[in-house]
């Protein structure tokens, strides 16, 4: 019974620190592929986002496409 206290507490500290890290991450911005518009995307939005490094595939709200959006840096 002691392993499922143990595994239900490590579970919950892997989905809030999800959490925490789409919510820090949504404070930058992103630029679209398509249009070259910058934006800030919702933390829930890249939780469940399909990313490779730089690159995220959210949605773009000004023209709506769903290619690769690439994170600015803010050097």
Request: proline share 1%; net charge positive.
């Amino acid at each position: 019974m002691e392993w499922i206290i143990v595994t239900v507490i490590v579970i919950i500290a892997a989905l809030v620190a999800c959490i925490l890290w789409a919510k820090q991450l949504s404070k930058h911005k992103f630029q679209c592929k398509a249009c070259s518009k910058e934006f800030n995307a919702k933390w829930n939005k890249l939780l469940f986002a399909i990313h490779s490094d730089d690159y995220y595939e959210i949605r773009c709200p000004y023209c709506n496409n769903k290619g690769c959006i690439e994170k600015q840096n803010s050097d």
